[in-house]
Structures are given as C-alpha cells and as structure tokens.
T-cell receptor, first 114, second 112 residues
Framework: DTGVSQNPRHKITKRGQNVTFRCDPI?????LYWYRQTLGQGPEFLTY????????KSRLLSDRFSAERPKGSFSTLEIQRTEQGDSAMYLC????????????FGPGTRLTVT | DAKTTQPNSMESNEEEPVHLPCNHS???????IHWYRQLPSQGPEYVIH???SNVNNRMASLAIAEDRKSSTLILHRATLRDAAVYYC?????????????FGQGTRLTINP
C-alpha cells in the first residue's frame, strides 16, 4: 500500500505527558498537511509543509504543539504537556505541488488524554 | 474565505440516485468547488472538483448552477459503501496549495 500512513493509530496518555505522532506521506508528494478533528466536526487545519519548510501554521497550533519535516519526507507532530482538550483525531495528508493539489489523507491517530 | 452551507444529514436508498446540495452564495470568480467525503473511521478522500461547467468522474458528477451560488454532488447509484460525511469546500485556484477548510458536511445514510 503506497498511501499515507500514520503511527500510532491510537494513543492514550495521561494529562501532562508528551506525545509524538508520525506521518509518512505518499513518496512523490512534497506537500504535507496536519489537521485535527474532534467528534462530530470537520477536520481543522493545523499546519503544512512544502518539502522541509513549514509554510503556514494555524492559530490552533499553540506553543505546546510542534511539527517537523526534517528531510522533506516523513513528518512528526509533537504535543507537549497534553491537556484533555487535546483529545482528537490527528490527520495527516499529502499532495503534489501542482493543481488541483488533491490531498490524500491517512487514517489518522486518535489521541485520548485522561 | 467564502463559506458553504450544507444540510446536516440526508438519507437515501441503495441503488437510487443521491443529490447532495451545497450553497455558496459568496463564492468569488476564482473559487473552485471541491468535494471530499469521509467514510467511517477513515480520513477524508477527494471526490470531484469544478469551476463553472458540470463535471463527471468515476465516483460522481458535479452540477454547478449558472450563477455558481450553489452546486450539487450527484451519486448516480448509491451503494452502502457511499455512506459517509460529504464536505463541499471552496478553494481559490490561483493561491496554490492552500489548506482545506472543512465545514460540518452532510452525513449521508444509505438504506439497504
């Protein structure tokens, strides 16, 4: 399967702990996006990369959140000092750098903060 | 960003056509209309997009009103696997690979 993969698929953590998620995009895609989705809502944009450069960050991405894409391939999203409000599905997507920039999504990582 | 309005939910029967409406009265001339859908426990997937003319692909058809203030996603013969949340999204063409702005979408239920 050459689609977008995300690991882990589920993560349960205690409030205050740090967590890190990984996204592996489709290999030839140089754009990578992170979204967050809470129950009953549509996904909300967090940030995106073109190659290794982080080009846009949402105001939702507080100082506790950091995303990297060090070699322009896989990406990590880290949440420090997790809070219960961080409980959500974290979705990664990738696209080619040409119109219509169709985004291919991974299955997501479901985070539960207890 | 121009906004879209969709019904919260719709229901249809298997093997019948489904018409999913979307209103976008503040659409600008350079906004493309994109549709994504999200099957249960999966990430969203691209369905179709268009600017002015009606569009067809293997998944669906997109009918765009002449004034472009509304559009309809048409599933010609719904199957149980089409049960999903369908999102209508406007994307400005010349701005490149910008983020997707999702609303709440329409939850489509297909009855066997």
């Amino acid at each position: 399967d050459t689609g977008v993969s995300q690991n882990p698929r589920h993560k349960i953590t205690k409030r205050g702990q740090n967590v890190t998620f990984r996204c592996d995009p489709i290999s030839e895609h140089n754009r990578l996006y992170w979204y967050r989705q809470t129950l009953g809502q549509g996904p909300e944009f967090l940030t995106y990369f073109q190659n290794e450069a982080q080009l846009e960050k949402s105001r939702l991405l507080s100082d506790r959140f950091s995303a990297e894409r060090p070699k322009g391939s896989f990406s990590t999203l880290e949440i420090q000092r997790t809070e219960q409000g961080d409980s959500a599905m974290y979705l990664c997507a990738s696209s080619l750098n040409r119109w219509p920039y169709e985004q291919y999504f991974g299955p997501g990582t479901r985070l539960t903060v207890t | 960003d121009a906004k879209t309005t969709q019904p919260n939910s719709m229901e249809s029967n298997e093997e019948e056509p489904v018409h999913l409406p979307c209103n976008h009265s503040t659409i600008s001339g350079t906004d493309y209309i994109h549709w994504y859908r999200q099957l249960p426990s999966q990430g969203p997937e691209y369905v179709i997009h268009g600017l002015t003319s009606n569009v067809n692909n293997r998944m669906a058809s997109l009918a765009i009103a002449e004034d472009r203030k509304s559009s309809t996603l048409i599933l010609h013969r719904a199957t149980l696997r089409d049960a999903a949340v369908y999102y209508c999204i406007l994307r400005r063409g010349f701005q490149g690979a910008q983020k997707l702005v999702f609303g709440q979408g329409t939850r489509l239920t297909i009855n066997p």
